[in-house]
Nanobody
């Protein structure tokens, strides 16, 4: 049984920081990603990591503020979020993939976590 358990969301003031974590069990990942979905909006790509070569990818909206990291052996990925803005408010989802491809597309990911709420107040 595949399980993705996310943690680390919460309420923070603009300019603050949060660190999200995601632990995967029951699945051998080639890479992992973070997406977010705000009310009334589509789920959007935030960041991804591909274990081979430790390649990392970011959406333009978070580049320079967010950092993805992880440990392949522990099937764990983190998202350090700094300089948070109110527009970062969303439910953040962790997802896993086996194969390379377009890291920004939700269809490329096999399993998803339940999501963790991030709220940034102005």
């Amino acid at each position: 049984q595949v399980q993705l358990v996310e943690s680390g969301g919460g309420l923070v003031q603009a300019g603050g920081s949060l660190r999200l974590s995601c632990v995967v069990s029951g699945f051998t990942t080639g890479g992992m990603g973070w997406f977010r979905q705000a009310p009334g909006k589509e789920r959007e790509f935030v960041s991804a990591i591909w274990w081979s070569g430790y390649l990392r990818y970011y959406a333009d909206s978070v580049k320079g503020r967010f950092t993805i990291s992880g440990d392949n052996a522990k099937n764990t990925v983190y998202l350090q979020m700094n300089s948070l803005k109110p527009e970062d408010t969303a439910v953040y989802y962790c997802a896993v993939r086996q194969y390379s491809g377009d890291f920004s597309k939700t269809t490329q990911y096999a399993y998803w976590g339940q999501g963790t709420q991030v709220t940034v107040s102005s």
